[in-house]
């Protein structure tokens, strides 16, 4: 990031296909920085001595809420006690400046200390993720932020040390941490992906997962939902096929062929083990009509081997009657309630055209999804509520008994914002007894 424009990212063309900055965009006196991620033990509590190490010439600080502890400042190398602190005030940064053009600065590395640099996943991490089955790597794909280009060349290589790009992080290590858990993983494809990229993240996933273990594939993610630039792509090149004169059709339809498309590379793919792929078209639960639409689409049906949706519940959940009601107790009553009307009314009708078809009925995404306009206070009771604990067990009850499949809860990780409250914990590290959507996972998970 630079300081000097409000804080903006470095554009990638400055840096090099690892994350280091290129000489060129160093000139005498320009400031970068890079933002370090609180670990589990700052945000519980703890504090964590941080270890960083690097190559090359220049002058490399750590500035930001740090406090006393370790060597501090040494040879191409600096350690700090990262100070216990909330996510929200956690900021700890690393500053680049005065860079040698012939030797520039490279090959930036800031860990706990006593990990070893080949450690790729902090052990608390893993232990977070071992009760999951499966994995979506929705954001780990570049599913959302929709790359208007999706090149293998370009994408992020697993030595970089920026891997929160764009493109999104290294597809490697989605292969890595699913193995490290004996989990299977789902991967979401760009939309604008190449045949090549499309071959070769295959591939990858072909070569990287062991044959006893399925690979879910998804294009995009929720190809229908406006509120993600990919949807009105879709619909302006469902229209220029002439696919159908309707927009919301047109964006349907050509999900449903570019869908196709994907899916027959896939295929050819693992054509060695064709059982353990899993190739999904995704829709809009509350509107079964979709469904219906992408279902019946020439063609769609032979590429794929499930239909999912995201049956979420109490979507507009602080409208009318309880717009101004109060009581925790009175309104996840409301809230089991919601879970459950939506398995039994757009949940069945959404599997019954996975049946039609002979396809599996899954979910892609799941849980609460109440939002609130204007503060926090309720929707954060709701969700660190003990009966939530109920709600979710009922509702993970409810789900196997009428679908018996695949349920992603949306998401592992997420504090509560103006956004939603979608994470099973707020943040890492937090206790179980403070999870109540967590707590309720891993115990249906063992049933």
């Excluded at 399925?214 to 939902?225: A, D, H, K, Q, T």
């Excluded at 999904?280 to 590429?303: F, I, K, S």
Aim: glycine letters at 8%; a neutral charge; aromatic letters at 10%.
């Amino acid at each position: 990031m630079d300081p000097a424009k409000g804080w903006g990212e470095v554009s990638d063309s400055e840096q090099d296909a690892n994350g280091n900055m290129r000489p060129s965009a160093m000139p005498a006196g320009r400031e970068v920085v890079r933002i370090l991620t609180p670990t589990a033990e700052v945000l519980t509590g703890a504090g964590a001595i941080i270890r960083c190490t690097w190559e090359g010439t220049g002058t490399v600080s750590i500035q930001g809420n740090r406090g006393g502890g370790g060597d501090g400042p040494g040879d191409h190398s600096s350690e700090f006690r990262f100070s216990p602190n909330k996510l929200s005030d956690a900021r700890v940064w690393l500053s680049l400046r005065n860079m040698s053009a012939s030797d520039p600065v490279r090959n930036l590395d800031c860990r706990e200390k006593g990990m070893a640099r080949s450690d790729v996943f902090s052990q608390e991490f893993i232990d977070s993720l071992k009760p999951y089955g499966t994995l979506r790597f929705m954001d780990w794909s570049a599913a959302n932020t929709n790359p208007q280009s999706a090149k293998w060349a370009d994408r992020t290589l697993p030595g970089s040390i920026y891997q929160s790009r764009p493109q999104g992080p290294a597809l490697e290590h989605i292969v890595a941490l699913s193995n490290k858990l004996s989990a299977e993983p789902w991967v979401n494809v760009p939309w604008n992906a190449d045949d090549d990229y499309i071959t070769r993240m295959a591939q990858l996933m072909h070569d990287g997962i062991p044959a006893n273990r399925r690979v879910y594939v998804e294009l995009s993610n929720e190809v229908w939902n406006y509120t993600f630039p990919v949807a009105r792509q879709a619909e302006a090149e469902g229209l220029a096929r002439k696919l159908s004169d309707n927009g919301f059709i047109a964006n349907l339809r050509r999900y449903a062929q570019r869908t196709g498309e994907v899916m027959r590379i896939w295929a050819k793919v693992f054509a060695d083990r064709p059982g353990q792929l899993v190739r999904v078209a995704a829709t809009q639960h509350g509107n079964p009509w979709t469904a219906e639409m992408v279902m019946t689409a020439p063609g769609l049906a032979d590429n794929i081997d499930a239909l999912a949706t995201a049956p979420y519940f109490g979507h507009s959940f602080f409208e009318g009657a309880r717009a101004k009601q109060t009581d925790t107790g009175l309104l996840l009553s409301d809230l089991a309630g919601e879970a459950k009307k939506t398995l039994a009314n757009e949940g069945e009708a959404n599997a019954a055209w996975a049946k039609k078809y002979g396809k599996r009925y899954i979910a892609y995404e799941a849980g609460q999804h109440v939002l609130e306009t204007g503060g926090l206070t309720r929707i954060s009771a709701l969700n660190r509520s003990n009966l939530m604990y109920d709600i979710y067990t009922n509702y993970i009850t409810d789900w196997k008994t009428r679908f018996n499949d695949t349920l992603m809860l949306y998401s592992s990780t997420s504090p509560i914002s103006s956004f939603g409250a979608w994470g099973l914990r707020e943040y890492s590290g937090q206790p179980l007894s403070e999870t109540p959507k967590r707590r309720a996972a891993i115990a249906m998970g063992r049933k």
